[in-house]
């Protein structure tokens, strides 16, 4: 569309075929906003299903179906929602997609790695990127959402439900660091193509290198869906070189959240409007200790456990507010994982406080060597080495976790990609621990 200006008409009904549309509006496609939309209906009823559609000249889009959440004080029977990560165009098929669609959720939480900046470099890859070994500047962080957004699964499950995206560090590089990142000229152009391609309110558009990405989403009574932010406000991860040299590790004031995102969560989550609390974020949250001991520190220093003091004061923090059903809702490791969580991981004893799901990925490439430390990490409950994604059914009493996978990301026949239910989990409101069922 080069520099253009482009009108666009969109229409929002409460019917497939546009019977009854409820709303309608115009919005202005331009070069600078890479020609995308950003369209915000208003006064909408919650707890409804609504399908919208664009217009541009003779040209209609596909028919997407979005839904509202039900009124604050409503008590809705019950919330189903997947989660998904870490979709590397290159490595698979996006049949994890196309499953998740078909399930139909009400909501979709997409935790990090939406694209990669750069190629795979595996041999066995099924499709190529265009042009760029690694992009890092505006147009070309444009052209790789734009490559993805030719993919017919991945725009199945966008047309099938509202999203709430999150970034991790592969859409802009490979682990970065928010604070001081000594790379600062590739934060605008990654943060407004990531804007520009992902279903977010215009008041979340980036300016000055940042964006405004942790926000709070509440389905009545039942649960809160608290969006965070684990990449902006990081210090650099510690050095791993020495696993004995714990004292940056152990830092007391080190932060991933940052100190306004550490108050904002905690003061979200004292207010306890919500029977479920769920944290939708990045990076694996629980510990996961190399060798049982307490005195190294041979942990993934990119990961909450490079950031221990923060995670414990957000831990103490849900017990202290006397949280009743926190859950944390992770991505980034290309495993399905599923912990129980303790304040004090060292002490195997120590109370359960909590849950942690962690999401597979739905291409990226994952180890499928069992980790060795399991017996020191007795609070880790589960991994699985498919690709696929996870979905939830949260109930006032019952929250029910089933980890997805696909049989192959490999195959493009949709047909020789079998979707199964590997793992399945509960959590009984009020009584922290996972069950298998
Ligand atoms: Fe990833």
Not at 332 to 361: K, M, Q, Y
Not at 365 to 383: A, D, E, F, K
Not at 409 to 432: E, I, N, Q, T, W
């Amino acid at each position: 569309m080069g520099s253009q200006t482009v009108d666009v008409q969109w229409e929002l009904a409460t019917d497939e075929r546009f019977a009854n549309v409820v709303a309608a509006g115009a919005e202005t496609a331009t070069p600078g906003e890479g020609h995308s939309v950003h369209a915000e209906p208003a006064g909408l009823t919650p707890d409804t299903e609504y399908f919208y559609r664009f217009r541009t000249g003779s040209h209609i889009s596909p028919v997407g179906r979005t839904r509202t959440a039900p009124a604050a004080g409503s008590n809705p029977a019950s919330v189903r929602f997947a989660m998904a990560s870490c979709a590397h165009f290159e490595e698979g098929w996006y049949h994890a997609f196309r499953h998740l669609a078909a399930d139909d959720p009400d909501v979709v939480l997409f935790l990090g790695d939406y694209m990669y900046e750069k190629n795979s470099g595996h041999s066995d890859i099924v499709r190529g990127y265009v042009e760029f070994d690694e992009v890092d500047k505006l147009a070309e962080y444009r052209l790789r959402y734009a490559q993805h957004k030719t993919d017919p699964d991945l725009k199945a499950a966008h047309a099938a439900a509202p999203w709430l995206p999150v970034f991790d560090d592969h859409e802009l590089k490979n682990n970065w660091w928010g604070v001081n990142y000594d790379q600062p000229a590739r934060k605008q152009p990654s943060f407004q193509a990531f804007w520009e391609n992902m279903p977010l309110p215009r008041a979340m558009k980036p300016a000055n290198s940042a964006i405004p990405l942790y926000r709070r989403f509440r389905w009545g009574t039942l649960a809160r869906f608290h969006m965070m932010d684990t990449r902006q406000y990081r210090w650099k991860q510690a050095p791993n070189n020495d696993n004995t040299n714990c004292t940056e590790l152990r830092r007391t004031d080190r932060t991933l959240t940052g100190a306004a995102q550490e108050k904002w969560l905690l003061d979200g989550l004292a207010a306890r409007e919500s029977t479920w609390d769920f944290l939708g974020q990045q990076v694996f949250f629980g510990q996961r200790d190399g060798d049982g001991k307490a005195a190294t520190c041979d942990v993934s220093e990119d990961a909450w456990d490079g950031y221990p003091a923060n995670r414990r004061r957000i831990t103490q923090g849900w017990v202290d507010r006397r949280v009743p059903n926190p859950v944390v809702l992770t991505g980034d490791v290309h495993r399905h994982w599923a912990c129980d969580l303790r304040v004090d991981f060292d002490n195997h004893s120590a109370p359960i406080v909590g849950t942690e799901l962690i999401t597979t990925s739905i291409t990226s490439r994952g180890s499928t060597t069992p980790p060795s430390n399991l017996p020191q990490n007795p609070h880790v409950r589960y991994i699985g080495h498919q690709r696929g994604y996870v979905r939830a059914t949260v109930t006032p009493r019952q929250l029910t976790a089933e980890f997805m996978g696909v049989s192959s990301v490999l195959v493009r026949d949709p047909a020789r990609s079998k979707l199964s239910v590997v793992k399945r989990f509960h959590v009984k409101a009020g009584r922290p621990g996972l069950r298998p069922g």
